[in-house]
């Protein structure tokens, strides 16, 4: 179907839409498509949108940059635009009504329909708009083109059970599907196999991983069956996001006793106001969260600890949001994801009363940021002289031209920049180092590391480079939005 036409795609989001946009490369590199790398700025025969609908200007930016493809399409013949992800989940035909130069639409339950749906497309010379209610296929049985060789992101469940009154995620994913134990053990097993040194476990709400065939502790045994899986050379296990509702004492243990599951954890508070988290219909409270903290803490010490917070929900006054304040204050969050609320369409709490002006989210906003730099800082601070274990990232050390330090990220998932001091070591290759700077949003190791461990996955990397264009993969952003949680 493709016969060598050039694709691009672009993706907005969570890991769950990266971890999608790795699927719809497998699926049209199996169609026979090629990687638009030729360089030079080269115009695809076919660009793909795979968006999200959680920020208020995420329609806004989806139909600007249709916009300006307008004209790239009409001077380009036989070029395709398709939309698919959440926001195409939730407009539908009103992206065709609005940019009719769209060729096809699709939704998050049937991202495998895609080449067929081109070719439809191409064939009858008319847009194809075509959704699935519910899942069709699991989007992890899908052909992947994965963009790192030595990280890897496995999807365990996907949609979502929870009604948090801010969140349009559930209307887009529908309700939670859970993957099978074996299936995402083979998975992983065979990633490992390949040379992949860590895997990062995706869903909505993992912890929850395992209603939906009715075994409450299904998350922790996966957990722990990972574990198991360090012969085959899988050294890093992380999973996002976890509900703190669902966060039991089996998963902390989990965590303590399996050497290659990391001691960091994200854990979306939202707002550290009882009165707000109860109209956010978050359904735990201040103590329960902070509860967990001091159980992952006790049971795990060096975890670095991360969260999601919203400013400016309806309705909230100044005391609850001193309230989230004080809980920062207490929680001392390694670092924190921090929003303003939007208004998302179709969302209970679009139409709360009370919506906080702009101006006062913003103070509050800014006033949230500085303290949490502040706890990173001190946080970080306290980790001067001690050593890590840093997994080469590709991507993350380049704007460091200047000190030509590298980067990659420790077992606690914590950003750090080292001097290789002559050495070379590759992404995917494992640097441990002494930290000789905690900064607010990053650790600095400038001494020559202690060694360089040359692994698998850092020869897959140099084989990449070596290979055709098409070969070397886009660098994998680890700093992008968290799935909500
Ligand atoms: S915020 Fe997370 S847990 Fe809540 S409904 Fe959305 S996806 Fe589910």
Known sequence: MGEGRTYEIRTYGCQMNVHDSERVAGLL????????????????????????????????????????????????????????????????QKIVDRAPWVDVVYGTHNIGALPALLERARHRQKAQVEFEETLETFP????????????????????????????????????????????ILDEVRALADEGVLEVTLLGQNVNAYGVEFGDKYAFSKLLRACGELRDHGLERVRFTSPHPKDFTDDVIAAMAETP?????????????????LKAMRRSYRRDRYLGILDNVRERIPHAAITTDIIVGFPGETEEDFADTLDL????????????????????????????????VVQERYDRLVALQSRICEEENAKLDGTEVEILVAEGEGRKDTATRRLSGRARDNRLVHFAPHGQTPRPGDIVTAKVTRGAPHYLVADDAPLSVRRTRAGDAWEARQAAPSQESPAPVSLGMPTIRG
Not at 53 to 76: I, M, Q, S, T, W
Not at 154 to 181: H, M, Q, W, Y
């Open 140 to 183: 992890s049985l899908l052909p992947a083109r994965r963009e790192s060789p030595y990280s890897a992101w496995v999807s365990i469940s996907v949609g979502c059970n929870n009604t948090c009154t801010f969140c349009i995620v559930p209307a887009l994913r529908g309700k939670e599907k859970d993957r099978r134990p074996g299936e």
């Open 328 to 359: 920062v204050e207490r929680a001392r969050f390694s670092s924190a994801f921090t929003f303003q609320y939007s208004i998302r369409e179709g969302t209970p709490a679009a139409t709360m009363p009370d919506q906080v002006p702009h101006e």
């Open 29 to 92: 590199e199996e169609a026979g498509y090629v990687r638009n790398d030729a360089g030079g700025g080269a115009t695809p025969d076919l660009i793909v949108f795979n968006t999200c609908a959680v920020r208020e200007n995420a329609a806004d930016r989806l139909y600007g940059n249709l916009g300006h493809l307008f004209p790239v399409k009409k001077a380009h013949e036989g070029m395709q635009i398709a939309v698919g992800g959440c926001l195409a989940q939730m407009e539908r």
């Open 260 to 276: 290659n599951v990391m001691p960091s954890l994200h854990m979306p508070l939202q707002s550290g106001s009882d009165r707000v």
